[in-house]
């Protein structure tokens, strides 16, 4: 056997996104129902993960709205009990899986979009999607090492 055989193999990670069931959506149960809509629109898991967010941790990945007067209440809500972390594969992942998950405020959400199946309001709704490839990255970067993604 030829060593680099051996070794892990290395897929490019384009196409992905990195997606958080958030605390409103694990707490109720959702998550089977919401892995379901993620597979039927064709999305594979890269990495998979239940975890919970530290308050510095959840005031790091949300950084960019540390100015936004939801701030503190986000990061309480975000911290209020475990998440399902996970990174997503698909084309287009990014602009995709935002579609699929819809509107962050569910009243605006489109029919048949996740968070206007489970989300409760514009704070809690549901789950997480990156909204850049450059974001994707870091995100997934955030969550797991090269060794947990596959
Ligand atoms: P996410 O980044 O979680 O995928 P998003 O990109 O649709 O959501 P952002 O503008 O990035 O929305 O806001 C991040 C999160 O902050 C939202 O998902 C929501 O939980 C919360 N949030 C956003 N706007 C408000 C608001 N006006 N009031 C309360 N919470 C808000
Ligand atoms: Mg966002």
Not at 15 to 39: E, Q, V
Not at 121 to 147: P, T
Request: overall charge positive; aromatic content about 10%; proline content about 3%.
């Amino acid at each position: 056997m030829r060593s680099e055989t051996l070794k892990p193999k290395k897929r490019r990670m384009s196409n992905i996104t990195l997606t958080m069931i958030k605390p409103d959506a694990f707490s109720k149960n959702f998550s089977g129902k919401i892995m379901d809509k993620i597979y039927d629109a064709g999305f594979t898991i890269r990495a998979m993960k239940l975890t919970r967010l530290s308050e510095e941790r959840a005031k790091q990945f949300y950084a960019v709205h540390s100015e936004r007067p939801f701030f503190n209440d986000l990061i309480r809500f975000m911290t209020s009990g475990p998440i399902i972390a996970a990174i997503l594969e698909k084309d287009n992942a990014v602009d995709d899986f935002r579609k699929l998950i819809g509107s962050t405020n569910p009243e605006e959400a489109e029919e048949g979009t996740i968070r206007k199946a489970f989300a409760e309001n514009i704070e809690r709704n549901a789950v997480h999607g990156s909204d850049s490839n450059e974001n994707a990255q870091i995100e997934a970067s955030f969550f797991f090492s090269g060794k947990e993604i596959f």
